[in-house]
């Protein structure tokens, strides 16, 4: 398969993520959405791997999982925090610097 | 042929993860979108990878989700209320706009010939990606390790709960109990009869009438309470089994009396 098939397949992943952060507002399924866009970019990074002949962008993906690992334990933390204090995970409702 | 059935799958999965409204499937769908992307990975010579992805991802990762839905309430649907006007409409527009500034650059990019892994996999494809991360990415490794420390901490700091009144004592907690005055004592235990302890055993009044406060209250409101639901185990009828109890008893307090006249 040609990696002009793959690099559009992470467009659509990418985009349909995008599209979930935009219009959910449960914070873990926002949160689902970004990583399904650092998903969709790691398979463009091992398409271009693939594509060059190096492995630098299997070890870029690699560093993006570990980042990706990373931010989800914080960032789930921080939603276990809001629902602790809120009882609520909408991310409307985490409205206490509007205005 | 295993790029399009898995494209498939993955972008299907994709909307799934957007479109449905509970948290735990929009996760259960995410796994089959990082399950189709391992397979890729591994697809495109990237074994080490796809195998990562499998691990840290569908393992550590989509569990780690699992379990905050399930601490958040799994029951938790987002309502379809609109917040802010066309929202929906708005992010369509954005994701058509977005796609076709990916597609423009897409298609005015001068993707070169593809080289292939097999020069670069040569000595392996772990060999080869450890042999670059030691190397030229070793500062990155590096900073890395500090990363993960510090999301380990401050997800320990994040979670961790000041206690900000003194633990209840005992005698607080008898103290609310009475001051609520429902029920200050607890709940009678089933199965109190001798013969069965079974759960859908109730306890028995001082009148004898059975409490149905001492079984679940699922169990009570089948109404299939008391030892004559139990007669088959021991006998046709309750007064039967009774009697064959009660035959068993004497037998074995004779034995044991004999054995003691014995010695």
């Known amino acids: 398969m040609s990696p002009a098939h793959y690099l559009v397949l992470s467009m659509i992943l990418f985009t349909i993520g995008g599209v979930g952060v935009l219009i959910r507002r449960n914070a873990i399924v926002v949160f689902m959405c970004i990583e399904l866009m650092l998903n969709a970019t790691n398979l463009a990074f091992v398409t271009f791997s693939r594509m060059h002949g190096e492995l630098d962008g299997q070890v870029i993906a690699f560093f993006v999982m570990v980042v990706a690992a990373a931010e989800v334990v914080v960032g789930l933390a921080i939603i276990m925090t809001i629902f602790r204090s809120r009882r609520s995970s909408s991310v409307d409702d985490a409205n206490l610097l509007k205005y | ?263």
């Open chain 2, 1 to 263: 042929m295993i790029f399009w059935v898995l494209a498939v799958v993955s972008v299907c999965a994709a909307l799934g993860v957007i479109f449905t409204r509970k948290a735990v499937y929009s996760a259960m769908m995410l796994a089959v979108v990082m399950l189709s992307l391992a397979v890729l990975y591994a697809v495109q010579d990237a074994p080490f990878l796809a195998f990562v992805q499998v691990i840290v991802y569908t393992g550590a990762v989509l569990m780690l989700f699992l379990f905050v839905v399930m601490l958040v309430g799994v029951t938790s649907t987002d309502s379809l209320v609109e917040t802010i006007r066309a929202q929906r409409f708005l992010a369509a527009v954005a994701a058509i706009g977005f796609v076709v500034l990916l597609a423009v650059g897409f298609g005015n990019a001068a993707l070169p010939a593809v080289k292939g892994l097999r020069g670069a996999n040569a000595n392996g494809n772990v060999e080869g990606l450890a042999e670059l991360i030691f190397s030229r990415y070793v500062f990155a490794f590096e900073v890395t390790s500090a990363l993960l420390i510090t999301a380990a901490l401050g997800a320990m700091v994040l979670a961790h709960r000041e206690r900000t009144t003194p633990k209840p004592t005992q005698k607080d907690l008898s103290k609310q109990r009475f001051l609520v005055g429902e029920h200050p004592t607890p709940l009678p235990g089933p199965g109190t009869y001798a013969r069965h302890n079974a759960v859908d055993m109730p306890a028995l009044l001082p009148d004898g009438t059975m409490s149905e406060l001492s079984v679940n209250p699922i169990i009570a409101r089948r109404g299939r309470l008391g030892p004559e639901f139990h007669a088959d185990l021991h006998g046709d009828s309750g007064e039967e089994a009774a009697e064959k109890d009660l035959a068993a008893v004497k037998a074995v307090t004779d034995k044991a009396v004999t054995k003691e006249t014995d010695q």
